[in-house]
Nanobody
């Protein structure tokens, strides 16, 4: 059974930082890129960025470029370092995995349950 489990969410003041973790298990993830998404109430789930399975390439959405960083500990553990957080970053954050996945949400077929991030002003 494939599982993606996010952790590290919480309440932080504007300007602060958080690091989210995503631990994947239940299958071989070689070839699976890992993405981070977020969804605010009443809004679509948006891609923040992704990292290739080898860790050699990252992509970031313009909205978080320069503030958020995606990295890998190993093939099954991915991090999202979030700096200079703003109230508009408040959302549920999800990690996801997909074979050769990229910027399209439909390219991800495994999802975590999400972790809440709340940024107070």
């Amino acid at each position: 059974q494939v599982q993606l489990v996010e952790s590290g969410g919480g309440l932080v003041q504007a300007g602060g930082s958080l690091r989210l973790s995503c631990a994947a298990s239940g299958r071989t993830f070689s070839g699976y890129n890992m993405g981070w998404f977020r969804q605010a109430p009443g809004k679509d789930r948006d891609l923040l960025g992704y990292i290739t399975w080898s860790g050699g390439t990252t992509y970031y959405a313009d909205s978080v470029k320069g503030r958020f960083t995606i990295s890998k500990h190993d093939i099954t553990t991915v991090y999202l370092q979030m700096n200079s957080l703003k109230p508009e970053d408040t959302a549920v954050y999800y990690c996801a995995a997909g074979w050769g996945a990229g910027i399209s949400i439909s390219s991800y077929n495994y999802w975590g349950q999400g972790t809440q991030v709340t940024v107070s002003s």
